[in-house]
Structure formats: structure tokens, C-alpha cells
């Protein structure tokens, strides 16, 4: 085969680990939220949407994402500010 098909580079870079409770957890859905806005700063919203089980823009997360919009305002974090109202967007759209 070519190298110029060959991406030889193509493991160096590790998968994001998404760390879950178990999906009966009154923290579950907070996490998810989480995972969700850290697989799309990584580039990775669908691996983020396997590992949660929940679509970006889900309207039942919202409400987490907000809290997580605010906390962001507050401490100056404006990339996950703008993952999260990006999200919220979404959700308003899905109908949330």
C-alpha cells in the first residue's frame, strides 16, 4: 500500500475517557452533560452521545447545562460557556 495512504499518526492521539456513574445515579444526567460538552471541545460528539446514551441538544440535560453555564460565566471559562450555550441552543431547537 502507498504511505500516502498510511496515517501512520492515527493512534498517537488517546480516545476521550468519559467518566460515567452508573446509569441509575442521581449524578448521571449531570455527568452526561459533561461528557457531552467534553466530546464536542475534543471533537468527538458522537462518541460522547454513545458513551451517555444521549443526543447533544437533549432537552432533559438542559437544566444541568445551564448550572454548568453559569458556574463557567462566573470563573471565566469561555470555551465551556460557549460549548454550553451551543448545547442549549440545540436543546430549544429539539423542543426543550
Known amino acids: 500500500m502507498s ?3 498510511v496515517n501512520e499518526d492515527a493512534s498517537s492521539a488517546p480516545e476521550p475517557d468519559y467518566r460515567l456513574p452508573p446509569p441509575d445515579s ?3 444526567d ?3 452533560a459533561w461528557a457531552l460538552l467534553q466530546g464536542a471541545d475534543a471533537g468527538d ?3 460522547a452521545e454513545l458513551a451517555t446514551g444521549y443526543r447533544w441538544g437533549e ?3 438542559a437544566p444541568h447545562v ?3 453555564l453559569a458556574e463557567a460565566e462566573v470563573s471565566e471559562q469561555e470555551r465551556v460557556a460557549q460549548l454550553a450555550r451551543r448545547f442549549l ?3 430549544r431547537s429539539a423542543g426543550g
Request: proline share 5%; net charge neutral.
Open 45 to 47: 460528539s458522537r462518541g
Open 59 to 61: 432537552p432533559l440535560l
Open 26 to 28: 442521581d449524578y448521571y
Open 3 to 5: 504511505r500516502a495512504f
Open 66 to 68: 445551564e448550572a454548568i
Open 30 to 32: 449531570e455527568a452526561a
Open 89 to 91: 441552543r440545540a436543546a
